[in-house]
């Protein structure tokens, strides 16, 4: 499982906001002591438009690892390395509340995505991949 593509599931709260932590290393060695490790932190902000003007939910992947890890750190590590092309092939947003008017990747390509009556947005592979840094950002009336 360990070259599986992920699907990260975000729970917004009441106030549209979430996070969340994924921690992998091999499971097999030690490696970790030395800082084999992808560690990463996944959140959802939303900020509202002025007025009744549009909103946005941002939702991102940081590398935690590289803001608490004791000693020399290196993102680019074997473990890291190892797993470098594990891709996220879905996001599920719960609780949006209002169906999106885009989706889109930090820098402006527009991801495919569906929305059901539940409140539910599926954005289907943002061709992003796990150890990386990165923001999806959902646009709102």
């Known amino acids: 499982m360990r070259y599986d593509p992920f699907t990260l599931r975000i729970a917004l709260d009441t106030s549209g ?5 994924v921690y992998l290393d091999d499971g097999e060695t030690y ?3 030395r800082g084999d490790v992808v560690w990463r932190g996944f959140g959802a902000e939303s ?4 007025g009744k003007g549009i909103g946005t939910v941002r939702i991102s ?15 680019k590590n074997e473990f890291a390395r190892s797993v470098g092309d594990v891709r996220v092939e879905k996001l599920v947003v719960l609780g949006l509340g209002k169906k999106p008017l885009s989706v889109v990747l930090d820098g402006g390509r527009e991801l495919e995505w569906e929305f059901t009556l539940g409140g539910v947005l599926v954005v289907k592979d943002p061709a992003v991949r796990v ?3 990165w923001a999806v950002v959902v646009k709102l009336e």
């Open 131 to 133: 150890v990386d840094d």
């Open 17 to 21: 906001n979430a996070h969340g932590e």
């Open 61 to 75: 992947s940081a590398d935690l690892a590289a803001r608490t890890q004791v000693g020399a750190y290196d993102p």
């Open 47 to 50: 900020k509202k438009g002025k």
């Open 31 to 33: 490696g970790y002591g």
